[in-house]
């Protein structure tokens, strides 16, 4: 299982990469909006993140996916599956 430093690290990168800007202020307690990615970057977001880590996150899950957190949350209950 990737620990939660990691997946910061690797939604961080993502992040930047889909929205094409940087990001000097990136936490767990940020909302995915303020960062610039909407509906359609979550799922580039979602795509890349399931292509990194060889998982599958079902398209249910992803519904209520606000902040930083909400996503490392979910990814890291993928992990345990």
Request: hydrophobic content about 45%; glycine content about 4%; overall charge negative.
């Amino acid at each position: 299982m990737t620990d939660k430093t990691e997946l910061l690290a690797l939604f961080h990168s993502l992040a930047e990469e889909i929205a094409e800007k940087k990001f000097a202020a990136f936490q767990e307690e940020t909302v995915l909006s303020d960062l610039g990615i909407d509906s359609l970057g979550m799922l580039e977001l979602v795509g890349a993140v399931e292509k990194k880590l060889t998982i599958s996150l079902p398209d249910e899950t992803l519904v209520g996916l606000r902040t930083v957190k909400d996503l490392v949350e979910l990814v890291r209950r993928q992990q345990k599956v």
